[in-house]
C-alpha cells in the first residue's frame, strides 16, 4: 500500500513537472506567433522608411531593393526645398488644433446636458443622436457642400472647423458614458455649496471627465490629421492644402514621373505626431477607452 502511495505521488509529481515545460512551449508558441505578426504589420513600416532612403532609381528597381546602401537622407532635405512641406504641416496642425478644441468643449457639454440633465425627451434625443451615426459620410458631402457655398465658406477653413463647434456623436456617446460613472453626490455638494450647473461642469466634471476627454482629444488628432476628403472638396489654392492633401500631389500625374523615394519620405515625416502621440499618451488613452467602455 506504501508502494502505490509513493507511486501516485510520484506520478502526480511527475505530472506537476511535466505541465511546466509544457506551460513554457505555450508561452514560447504565443510569443512567436505575436511577432510574426508584428513583422507582417511593421513590413509596410519598414518598406516606407527604406523608400524614403533610397535614389529615384532605387525606388523604381524590380526585383526591388530591400536595403538601401548608402541610404539617402538627403531625401528630406530635397524634400523640403522642392515643396513647401512646412506649411502643409503648419495647416494640418492648425486645423487639428481648432477642431479638437471645438470637439472636447462642445461634446462635453452635450454629454453633461445628456448625463446629468432631466429634461422631456431627453433619451429620445440621445437615441436620434446615435441614430447618425449609421448614416455614410457619403450621403452628406453635397449638402453640406451646398450649404458651405450658400455661406461663402468653400477654399477657406471654416468648413473643416465649424463643424466641430457642434458636437460630434461618438465623442459625445463616449462622454456621456463616462459622465454616468461619475458620483452623483459630487455634484449634490457643489449644488448645496451654492454652484450652478455650469461651475459644476468646469470645477468638478472636466477634471474627473479627463481620462475620456484625453481618448476623445486622440481619436480627433487622428481623424482630423488623416482626412483627405474634406481637404479636398473645399480647399482649391495649394497654399492652404494639408498634409494628406499634399501626399496626393507627390504621386506624380500625366505629366511629371513619379517621386516615390520623395513621397515616402513626406508620408514619414507626416506620421511622426501619429507615432509620438502612441509612445506618450497610450497608457492614458487605453486607460480612458477602457473606463468608458466599462463603467458606462
Not at 508502494?3 to 510569443?31: E, I, K
Not at 436620434?128 to 468653400?154: E, K, N, R, Y
Not at 500631389?249 to 507615432?275: D, F, K, W
Amino acid at each position: 500500500m506504501a508502494s502505490s502511495l509513493w507511486s501516485a505521488r510520484g506520478a502526480s509529481g511527475g505530472l506537476r513537472l511535466g505541465g511546466r515545460p509544457a506551460r513554457r512551449m505555450g508561452v514560447l508558441l504565443s510569443y512567436l506567433v505575436l511577432g510574426l505578426g508584428s513583422m507582417f504589420f511593421l513590413f509596410p513600416l519598414y518598406w516606407q522608411l527604406s523608400t524614403s532612403l533610397k535614389t529615384w532609381q532605387d525606388a523604381q528597381r524590380y526585383p526591388p531593393l530591400w536595403l538601401p546602401w548608402p541610404p539617402q537622407w538627403s531625401n528630406y532635405a530635397e524634400l523640403v526645398q522642392r515643396f513647401p512641406f512646412a506649411l502643409y504641416l503648419r495647416n494640418s496642425a492648425f486645423i487639428v488644433t481648432l477642431v479638437i478644441l471645438g470637439v472636447l468643449l462642445s461634446s462635453s457639454l452635450a454629454a453633461y446636458g445628456f448625463a446629468r440633465l432631466r429634461m422631456p425627451g431627453r433619451d429620445t434625443i440621445f437615441l436620434i443622436l446615435l441614430s447618425t451615426l449609421m448614416l455614410p459620410g457619403a450621403v452628406l458631402i453635397i449638402p453640406q457642400f451646398v450649404l458651405f457655398q450658400s455661406l461663402h465658406w468653400v477654399n477657406t477653413y471654416k468648413p473643416l472647423i465649424v463643424p466641430s463647434f457642434f458636437g460630434n456623436p461618438f465623442s459625445i456617446f463616449l462622454l456621456r458614458q463616462f459622465l454616468l460613472s461619475i458620483p452623483v453626490d459630487l455634484e449634490d455638494a457643489a449644488r448645496i455649496d451654492g454652484a450652478g450647473y455650469l461651475r459644476t461642469y468646469a470645477q468638478i466634471i472636466l477634471p474627473l471627465a479627463r481620462p475620456a476627454l484625453l481618448a476623445v482629444a486622440i481619436y480627433t488628432f487622428l481623424g482630423t490629421w488623416n482626412d483627405f476628403l474634406g481637404p479636398l472638396i473645399y480647399l482649391s489654392d495649394k497654399e492652404k492644402y494639408t498634409v494628406a492633401v499634399a501626399l496626393r500631389y507627390l504621386q506624380g500625374s500625366v505629366r511629371s514621373r513619379p517621386e516615390n523615394h520623395l513621397l515616402m519620405a513626406a508620408a514619414t515625416l507626416s506620421i511622426v505626431p501619429c507615432i509620438l502621440i502612441f509612445f506618450f499618451a497610450q497608457r492614458q488613452f487605453i486607460q480612458g477607452t477602457v473606463v468608458t467602455g466599462i463603467k458606462g
